[in-house]
């Protein structure tokens, strides 16, 4: 009797053992919440120190926000460690209280009355996945223009010609948050990268408005395929852009028009703004008024959303900047955006 209850007592304490072991590498696996931060009156976004199952993340019954804040929908961002709550309307000023998984504990948050987000790649952007770029490469040594390079990690502006082309795609974000009115949007910065620069003197890179719908390339070495764009056509077909480096040349074609985006016109004939770039390994801030209007006006019209192009505007020296394909995510281009959180303001 007594060598049964040994042999049952250390099972026992085996068993005990195994299972304490079992809920602390499950508690240690457990991604635990870094923030919250409420983007809008009906939007929160969580970002968690690892990666969420989407059966955990995605269910509703998993949060609560308190006073009096229901949840109507949870989505778990492609990076995995980001969840967005939308929720009935936050005030602003107002503290919460919000409980995530696993129960973790409480989270204080209040909705502020303007707010500042980014888009871009990589996990240090709030919404990533909607950027794309290409360089249209002009290679001095032959006649066609027709290289699209968005595959590369650089972007490319030179004395030969070369553009290269930037957009953000918003629409989702701020339909998920609720900011539809183009009044909501306070001011807007695009920030790039320059990796190399083969002057120290100070040389300007303007942007434009693109007008024209346009896909990024797959690298330089293989010539553009159908629906790509090109130095010589906008979607590879009759629609040439009008002069290099690739500018509309008419006037009263700016972008702020649903007609301008008809199809007759490429570029915009303005200039939206210039930045001074004088060295390499350092970010520039490309703004102007003109670029928020743009922004508001994406707001209102997202399927006009075409970005931007940038070229030299003067200089002697080519200027490499990084690309959204870029190893290190903090080089890479990035849209800011300074708005209000409430509508109707």
Not at 8 to 26: D, E, K, P, T
Not at 82 to 92: A, K, N, S, W
Not at 208 to 233: C, F, I, K, Q
Request: with cysteine; hydrophobic share 35%; charged share 20%.
């Amino acid at each position: 009797m007594k060598t049964y209850f040994s042999v049952a007592h250390r099972l026992l304490i085996f068993l005990s053992l195994l299972l304490y072991h079992i809920l602390a590498a499950n508690s240690a696996e457990t991604p635990k919440l870094l923030q919250a931060v409420p983007l809008s009156q009906t939007a929160i976004q969580l970002q968690f120190d690892g990666q969420l199952q989407a059966e955990t993340a995605e269910n509703l019954n998993n949060y609560q926000i308190a006073p009096d804040v229901q949840l109507e929908y949870v989505l778990l961002d492609q990076r995995l460690n980001r969840v967005l709550l939308l929720t009935t309307p936050l005030e602003v000023g107002k503290t919460y209280h919000l409980t995530p998984p696993n129960s973790q504990a409480d989270t204080a948050i209040t909705l502020p009355s303007e707010n500042e987000i980014t888009f871009g790649t990589g996990d240090a952007v709030t919404f990533s996945g909607g950027l794309q770029d290409t360089t249209l490469l002009v290679n001095k040594d032959r006649k066609t223009r027709n290289n699209n390079t968005g595959a590369e990690p650089t972007l490319l502006c030179d004395p030969t010609g070369s553009v290269f082309f930037a957009a953000f795609d918003l629409y989702d974000a701020f339909e998920d948050m609720g900011i539809r009115e183009p009044t909501q949007v306070l001011e807007a910065t695009i920030s790039l990268h320059v990796q190399k620069c083969e002057s120290d003197a100070v040389q300007n890179v303007l942007f434009r408005r693109v007008l024209l719908p346009w896909r990024e390339g797959r690298g330089t070495s293989e010539r553009a395929e159908d629906n790509e764009l090109t130095y010589n056509s906008a979607l590879h077909r009759n629609l040439p852009w009008n002069k290099a480096p690739a500018q509309a040349m008419l006037t009263g074609i700016d972008g702020d028009n649903e007609s301008d985006y008809n199809g007759s016109e490429d570029v915009a004939n303005r200039i939206d703004g210039t930045c001074e770039i004088s060295g390499a390994g350092k970010r520039y801030t490309f703004e102007s008024d003109l670029l928020t209007n743009a922004v508001r006006f994406w707001v209102a019209n997202p399927d006009y959303n075409y970005g931007y192009l940038f070229a030299l505007q003067d200089g002697s020296a080519p200027i490499v900047f990084s690309s959204k394909e870029a190893a290190d995510e903090n080089l890479r281009p990035v849209l800011t955006i300074r708005y209000q959180t409430q509508s109707g303001k």
